[in-house]
């Protein structure tokens, strides 16, 4: 009996377990849910209650890094990118690109230049990273490697929208170097021309502007990828319906064919027992006789 007791007792821890294990995983999950949907404040609390348990995915430093920093809780996000870089099985080359972009929010240019640099050891043709270290370097006065990495930009990425502009920003700061207007010491950003100034600010814009539209477009993209997984599954449970209807009506049908041949059987049984009566009657009549 007391075997028994310390069994049932073992398997119950276990389920216990096991449920709130589940509930762990949900809130991983709904906190990705609710991040995808463009709800960063409300999947905060749920990505840090995973981050405590331990029960989320490495990825998870790169939700909440993001989630910050929709929210403007711009060291809270570079904090967490910061942490996510020590942890084993990161995505190292993202975490050190989003980690670039909150320092370059934050005015850290020389920073920002570092991790960008830092996600192009990992992944040399990784196209936006080399973009964006290539303003950080434009506002720390880094001209000529500035002009280098949009140059390279280019290459990795020749369909890019903003290839016009990025040119004619190429052609006016290699002018202006050549010229003298501007070197990679000493100047202030006062000295720089107007007119490149102006080219820098407007190109820093439509390259942001772009960033939105590609967060846009992949939005749009899981949600309709969502919603076709969402009809496939109404779908699959409406086919389920329908089969488990065509199977009680075959059930109900084999119970009534079972039904109708037993009245058959006792039908018979009842005739062949009057007959045998008839032929026992007959026979006595004969021995009488």
């Known amino acids: 009996m007391k075997k028994k007791d310390c069994f049932r007792k073992v398997l119950l821890c276990a389920v216990c377990v096991l449920a709130i294990s589940a509930v762990h995983a949900d809130s991983y999950a709904d906190a990705v849910e609710l991040f995808r949907t463009n709800k960063p404040q409300e999947a905060i609390p749920l990505f840090q209650d995973a981050l405590s348990k331990g029960t989320a995915s490495p990825d998870i430093y790169n939700y909440l890094g993001l989630a910050y920093y929709q929210t403007g809780q711009m060291q809270k996000s570079f904090e967490t990118y910061q942490i996510g870089l020590l942890m084993p099985d990161t995505d190292k080359r993202t975490l050190y690109y989003n980690a670039?972009?909150?320092?370059?929010?934050?005015?850290?240019?020389?920073?920002?230049?570092?991790?960008?640099?830092?996600?192009?050891?990992?992944?040399?043709?990784?196209?936006?990273?080399?973009?964006?270290?290539?303003?950080?370097?434009?506002?720390?006065?880094?001209?000529?490697?500035?002009?280098?990495?949009?140059?390279?930009?280019l290459e990795l990425a020749p369909e890019t929208e903003q290839r016009g502009n990025i040119e004619k920003l190429i052609a006016l700061?290699?002018?202006?170097?050549?010229?003298?207007?501007?070197?990679?010491?000493?100047?202030?950003?006062?000295?720089?021309?107007?007119?490149?100034?102006?080219?820098?600010?407007?190109?820093?814009?439509?390259?942001?502007?772009?960033?939105?539209?590609?967060?846009?477009?992949?939005?749009?993209?899981?949600?309709?990828?969502?919603?076709?997984?969402?009809a496939q599954r109404v779908a699959a449970e409406?086919?389920?319906?329908?089969?488990?209807?065509?199977?009680e009506a075959a059930r109900r049908q084999r119970l009534l064919q079972a039904a109708a041949?037993?009245?058959?059987?006792?039908?018979?049984?009842?005739?062949?027992?009057?007959?045998?009566?008839?032929?026992?009657?007959?026979?006595h009549d004969e021995e009488l006789d």
């Open 100 to 153: 670039g972009n909150v320092a370059f929010a934050l005015g850290y240019y020389d920073r920002a230049d570092e991790l960008y640099t830092y996600a192009l050891t990992k992944d040399s043709h990784f196209a936006a990273a080399t973009l964006n270290r290539a303003n950080a370097r434009m506002k720390s006065l880094q001209y000529e490697w500035a002009v280098d990495d949009y140059k390279t930009y």
């Open 238 to 247: 409406a086919q389920a319906a329908e089969q488990k209807k065509q199977e």
């Open 173 to 230: 700061l290699t002018q202006q170097m050549e010229d003298g207007t501007l070197s990679n010491q000493n100047v202030t950003q006062r000295q720089m021309g107007a007119i490149v100034q102006q080219q820098i600010e407007e190109s820093l814009a439509q390259q942001q502007a772009e960033q939105a539209a590609v967060q846009a477009a992949q939005q749009a993209a899981w949600e309709q990828q969502r919603a076709e997984e969402e």
């Open 261 to 283: 041949a037993a009245l058959q059987n006792s039908a018979a049984q009842t005739n062949s027992s009057a007959g045998a009566e008839e032929v026992k009657d007959y026979v």
